[in-house]
């Protein structure tokens, strides 16, 4: 019963990922939260808004603004 507490805890909250900033004057184009330096555009063209992307520099998963 533990396993399914958990699993359904897990399934009710929602994921707190962090999201993704559109590049001006470049639709189509973001910035990853990841990123710190000038650069790191990922581009999410086509991607819905909410859809979750893999940042190509860390690996680590954001959201489509």
Not at 3 to 12: D, R, S
Not at 28 to 38: A, F, L, N, T
Request: hydrophobic share 30%; with cysteine; glycine share 10%.
């Amino acid at each position: 019963q533990k396993q399914f507490a958990e699993m359904q805890k897990t399934i009710a909250e929602p994921e707190s990922l962090p999201v993704g900033v559109p590049v001006e004057g470049r639709e189509g184009m973001v910035r990853s939260p990841y990123h710190d330096e000038e650069g790191g555009w990922v581009d999410v063209a086509g991607m819905p808004s909410g859809s979750k992307v893999r940042c190509p520099y860390s690996k680590k998963i954001f959201l489509v603004p």
